[in-house]
């Protein structure tokens, strides 16, 4: 079992930056790849950033990639992620999830993930 709390959500403006992260309860953190999904009103959670088991390889949707950084650290049992040059259609409720088989394909896929956290709101004002 895995309870993950995201935290650092807020209100900020275009083009500034904002860091959300997510901690992870137990032992066993690091046997999961971890995943940074999104989900605005009346729209599907959509993927963001991905993270391997050891944080060497990051997977990233192309409408963030370059502007965001996904990073974990797994002494701390925490993923992060640093998001810059914010624009409106940023604007979302934020969740982390963790995936044990944490391959290419399976980390886009939100019913890949086995534990989910309670999300954290990211409002981007123009």
């Known amino acids: 079992q895995v309870q993950l709390v995201e935290s650092g959500g807020g209100v900020v403006q275009a083009g500034g930056s904002l860091r959300v992260s997510c901690a992870a309860s137990g032992r066993t953190f690091s046997s999961y790849a971890m995943g940074w999904f999104r989900q605005a009103p009346g729209k599907e959670r959509e993927f963001v950033a991905a993270?391997?088991?050891?944080?060497?390889?990051?997977y990233y949707a192309d409408s963030v990639k370059g502007r965001f950084t996904i990073s974990r650290d797994n002494a701390k049992n925490t993923v992060y992620l640093q998001m810059n040059s914010l624009k409106p259609e940023d604007t979302a409720v934020y969740y982390c999830?963790?995936?044990?088989?944490?391959?290419?394909?399976?980390?886009?896929?939100?019913?890949?993930?086995?534990?989910w956290g309670q999300g954290t709101q990211v409002t981007v004002s123009s």
């Open positions: 993270i391997s088991r050891s944080g060497g390889t990051t």
């Open positions: 999830g963790a995936d044990r088989i944490g391959t290419y394909g399976s980390v886009r896929l939100v019913d890949s993930y086995d534990y």
